[in-house]
Structures are given as C-alpha cells and as structure tokens.
C-alpha cells in the first residue's frame, strides 16, 4: 500500500524536520521518494531526494547519500536531464568507486553525450573490476564504432560475445562493424546466430537489411526493413529501405 507508506514516512519526516535530525531526514528520504514514485509524482520524489542529499552531506559519514544519488542520478537520465545526472554520478563514485553499475551508467550517458575518451575510461574501469563483463565490453565497442575505429570495435564485440554467448544484441553489433569492414560472410553468420537468439527483433531484421543492402541484394533488404519497420520507426532503416527501392528502380517507399 504506497499511499499508506507515503503517508507514514511523510508524518516521520515532519518530526525529523522539527527536530533538526539530518541523518534520520536522509534515511527517510530514498523510502519517501520510492513512494512517491509508485504513485507517479516524479517531481515529489525528486524534491524530497534533493532535500535528503543535503541532509546527508551535512552528517559525518554523509549517511544514506549513495544511496539517495543513485536513485537521484537514475530518476534524472530517465528525464533525460544528462549532465544534471552526471553530476550525480560523479558525486557517488567519488564517495563510492568501484560500483561497476555506476561506472556503467556514466559510460552511457558520457557515450551518449559524445564524451567518447570519458565513456571509454569508465568502461575499462569496469573491465578492470571484472574482465568478464559483457556490457562493459560492448561499450568500448560501441565507443569504437563511434570514433570509427572498426576493427577494434569488432574485436570488443567479440569479447562481448565470449563473456556472454546468449546475448543477441553482440551478434547485431558485430555484423554492424563487420558490414563497414566488408567482411560480409562473417557478418552473415552473426546475423544468423542474431535470428536464432532474437528472430522477431525489429533490430534484427535492420540488421540483416543492412547485409543485403551491402551485399546489392535490392530485394531482400526491401522485405528486411519493411520488416523492421513495421515493428519500430527508424531514420536509418528508412533511408535503407529508399536505397534498397532505388536499387529496384522504384520510389515507392510506403
């Protein structure tokens, strides 16, 4: 019962309000806010984790704050509010190192920031914790694509895929370097073994739009993004779907 729970740990936070109790304010603060989340007030909960970061940071030991900034950083990259997350995390690994998730989420939004030489870093710290992290791996070789270094991104895909064979989107992002390499055949085969782990993916079926483009096999990459489409809007597969139809000598792209 969340409105129950909200109601409790609000009427407990206005005691430790009067009181002055900042290291009781901030372990109520990440409780409240979970709370106020599963009743969909975003805006409360991120208030009241405000409000119990700077409790936190008041008390020696900044009691409860890593787990207030990881709720905080987390809420704020879903609101896609990136270097206010940023910041957060910054914050939680300096109180905090080595929290391969935190070092994860950073890696992304750096990535996503196009702060390649940051994302990389936190993705090799990750590595350094554990080399057989599969997602770190992919990152670096997602890194790599971006910076179009496309050997080494296959090559961190494929550590990808030998930490973790069972993952679907590693194949995808192999064949997606491999197709740029012209290494057409093994491309073929990842985007098989893609189809096999994840067959009605819209990713998939880009994917292996992609190889046919590359392959002037007009036809098939035609019926792959239609296929893709169907499932997902995506500027790229239509700009295939354009290129797969001029091929055919058509411009019929609805």
């Known amino acids: 019962d969340f409105e129950s729970a909200r109601e409790n740990y609000e009427r407990a936070l206005a005691i430790y309000r009067a009181i002055g109790d900042r290291h009781w304010t901030s372990y109520v603060a990440p409780r409240l806010a979970r709370a106020y989340l599963q009743l969909d007030a ?3 909960a991120l208030a009241i984790l405000e409000e119990g ?28 509010e990136s270097e ?17 998730a935190v070092l994860h989420r950073r890696a992304n939004l750096l990535y996503d920031a196009k702060e390649f030489a940051r994302a990389q870093a936190d993705y090799e710290h990750a590595l350094a914790l ?10 670096i070789g ?7 270094d496309y050997e080494g991104a296959a090559a961190a895909y494929t550590q990808a895929i030998g930490a973790k064979s069972d993952e679907p989107a590693f194949y995808r992002n192999r064949a997606r370097a491999l197709i ?3 290494r057409l055949a093994e491309a073929q085969v990842d ?10 993916f819209p990713k998939t079926y880009g994917r292996w739009g992609d190889l046919h483009l590359a392959r002037g096999e007009w036809s098939a990459a035609e019926t792959r993004y ?26 019929d792209v609805g």
């Open 42 to 44: 975003m805006d409360s």
């Open 226 to 251: 239609r296929a893709a489409l169907e499932k997902e809007d995506s500027r790229d597969w239509r700009f295939g779907l354009a290129v797969a139809l001029w091929g055919q000598g058509r411009d």
């Open 180 to 182: 740029v390499l012209n």
């Open 130 to 139: 554990d080399p057989n992290d599969a997602w770190a791996h992919n990152g």
């Open 84 to 100: 206010r997350a940023l910041a957060y995390y910054d914050e939680l690994d300096a109180l905090a190192p080595n929290i391969p």
């Open 191 to 200: 985007c098989e073994e893609a189809s096999r782990l994840d067959p009605d």
């Open 53 to 80: 970061a700077n409790a936190a940071r008041a008390v020696e030991g900044k009691p409860n704050l890593v787990d207030i900034l990881w709720l905080y950083g987390n809420l704020l990259a879903e609101k896609e």
């Open 142 to 148: 997602n890194v790599r694509e971006a910076l179009d």
